[in-house]
């Protein structure tokens, strides 16, 4: 099913409701839907790759981060700054944020406009595990044609190009000894970049990702003997 697809009115009309409870609260906050839209600062940006890099920039360590649906599918995410903020304050900032939701789109029955509760960091890093998980079924089982998954959000087509030579050269040679020095090598990246582009666009670290394949590969020797 498509993404809801907000008009510009709609679009900027969220804008100053976030800005007017972002002058309310002091909660810094910003709104970002699946069909690439950024909103924060009482601005609409609408530049799919730039919003998408400037959201690898964001740390989640201090963010309360609250799923929006509408039309009964989820539809984008509210991101709060949850330094100095209690419980009870996050409690408030939801009833708010549904209350600005239904005014800016009131064309929408209510029931069909939610937020839900804010995702804690344990559901966060149950959510960043079960996507690795997909991540690693996908390449044991798809042709080695593209091994990043096709909706990572990277820097450039670059970026994409490095990462799956990378992962190429990785699961060549996954029953050898792999270094990041001659990973980055193949991929003709700096390891420290290298580095980055794994931990942004797979939510992991060299080192997890090449021993989570080993062990894949050898769970598989093992279903298959």
Not at 117 to 130: G, K, R, V
Not at 144 to 169: C, E, G, W
Request: hydrophobic share 40%; proline share 2%; glycine share 2%.
């Amino acid at each position: 099913m498509p993404f809801f697809s907000a008009t510009a009115k709609n679009n900027h009309d969220l804008a100053h409701g976030l800005a007017q409870f972002t002058g309310l609260t002091q909660i810094k906050t910003l709104f970002y839907s699946f069909t690439g839209v950024l909103i924060q600062d009482d601005t609409v940006a609408t530049d799919v790759t730039t919003n998408q890099h400037q959201l690898t920039t964001l740390s989640l360590t201090t963010t309360a981060l609250f799923p929006v649906g509408i039309d009964h599918c989820l539809w984008g995410v509210i991101l709060c700054d949850t330094t100095n903020v209690s419980a009870q304050q996050l409690r408030f900032a939801r009833t708010y944020l549904i209350d600005t939701l239904r005014q800016v789109f009131a064309e929408h029955a209510n029931d069909t406009i939610q937020v839900w509760a804010a995702l804690d960091s344990t559901q966060l890093n149950q959510i960043s595990h079960f996507y690795q998980l997909l991540v690693h079924a996908n390449a044991a089982t798809t042709t080695k044609s593209s091994l990043v998954p096709l909706n990572t959000p990277l820097i450039n087509d670059d970026a994409y190009r490095s990462m799956n030579q990378a992962l190429h050269f990785i699961h060549d040679h996954i029953h050898q000894s792999l270094s990041l020095d001659e990973v980055a090598k193949v991929a003709y990246l700096s390891p420290s970049y290298l580095s980055r582009l794994f931990k942004k666009y797979l939510q992991t670290n060299f080192v997890s990702y090449v021993n989570t394949q080993k062990i894949r590969e050898r769970k598989i020797s093992c279903v298959n003997a």
